[in-house]
């Protein structure tokens, strides 16, 4: 039951996000480093931006509905404990 509803829960949120931009128009954020929001590269971090505690919760119910460890992994990288 548990996992049905967060199956529902992520299946709602996907139906609220905004529509993909394409692959090939043009950055709505030109002085923004591509690794602006995580915890590596050039830009703010996921500490900065508070994008990596929402990014990372998704990942971890991810993981808890598909058992896939990788999806732990991007969990823990986007909330800043990766290594």
């Not at 509803?5 to 709505?28: D, E, F, V, W």
């Not at 590269?41 to 990372?56: F, K, L, S």
Request: charged content about 15%; glycine content about 12%.
């Amino acid at each position: 039951m548990l996992q049905q509803l967060r199956m529902a829960a992520g299946i709602q949120a996907a139906q609220r996000m905004a529509p993909p931009q394409s692959l090939y128009a043009p950055t709505q954020r030109p002085g923004e480093p591509i690794t602006a929001g995580m915890p590596m590269g050039a830009g703010p971090g996921p500490e900065v931006t508070r994008t990596g505690d929402r990014v990372a919760r998704t990942y971890r119910l991810i993981a808890d509905i598909t058992g896939n460890p990788r999806f732990q992994e991007l969990a823990d990288l986007a909330a800043g404990q990766g290594h």
